[in-house]
């Protein structure tokens, strides 16, 4: 069967696109502590990264980000489900993901998300986008505060979906 959405896009600027989301792709599903370095091999130095909490741009505070990540929660990790390139832009790939953590006060955490992510010329990521419900998948699940956006979300949803 062939891979209709990534047909005839794998290089920009002759640089192979593929081979760049399958490293990165590895990485992400892959990432440690220690391998956070290895985002500098694979982002471009002014990588724009955003999530529900941070909105940076180079590749010093994505690290920090990351780095974050290990020291808040325990044993996160990412499942990646699916990628693809764009059918529209040959050079933004979405990843398909759930995350898997243990908060401190709450215990196991599964979120499920997509990153869309941008390349640039050299195959090197610009940016790294996470889109996901903080409300919903976090938020409504932390004490104290999840009771109350529960009942906010109950009260502006249709009652056939309460």
């Known amino acids: 069967m062939t891979d209709r959405a990534n047909e005839g896009y794998h290089t920009a600027g002759g640089a192979d696109l593929r081979l760049a989301l399958s490293r990165y792709v590895d990485l992400c599903g892959n990432l440690s502590r220690d391998r956070i370095k290895e985002l500098r091999e694979l982002c471009s130095p002014d990588v724009h990264f955003r999530d529900p909490f941070n909105d940076v741009r180079g590749i010093e505070l994505f690290e920090k980000c ?9 044993d996160p990790r990412f499942d990646i489900h699916d990628h693809v390139f764009s059918q529209q832009h040959n050079e933004i790939a979405y990843l398909r ?6 908060l401190p006060v709450r215990g196991p955490l599964q979120i499920e998300g997509m990153t869309e992510v941008h390349f640039d010329h050299k195959a090197l990521v610009t940016a ?3 889109h996901w419900d903080s409300g919903r998948q976090l938020y409504e699940k932390l004490p104290g505060i999840g009771f109350l956006l529960r009942k906010v979300r109950r009260k ?3 009652p056939e979906a309460r």
């Open 66 to 74: 990351m780095d974050k990540m290990f020291e808040d929660v325990g």
């Open 97 to 102: 993901w759930t995350f898997h953590c243990r």
């Open 128 to 130: 790294h986008l996470d």
């Open 156 to 158: 502006l949803a249709i």
